[in-house]
């Protein structure tokens, strides 16, 4: 019975850690909206290589890094870059805010 007590207490805990350290995790990658001039030069280039043939129409900051949200061909596309301009990934904008609830 000690045991058996002692495995829940054990499996709540561990529960309990993991949701705090989830959600420390979404917090640190909060999405803050900028202005272009707030933008380094490199990481504009970079973005507008990747609008060729669309238009950007919002930058936003995310830890260190940079993400350009491209409208192209009737879809919202996502390109996050370090401050190099360096593409690190790519993603449907608005695929990424109907999951999250958020408006933009």
Known sequence: MKAKKLVMVAAVSAALSFSVIAQAEEEKHEEQT???SDVPAAVQQAAQAEAKGGSIIRWEKEGANYEAVIQKKGKQIGVEMDANGKV????????????TGENH
């Not at 790519?90 to 805010?97: I, R, V, Y």
């Open 34 to 36: 900028i202005k272009s």
């Open 88 to 99: 690190l990934s790519k993603h449907n904008e608005e695929k990424e805010h109907k999951e």
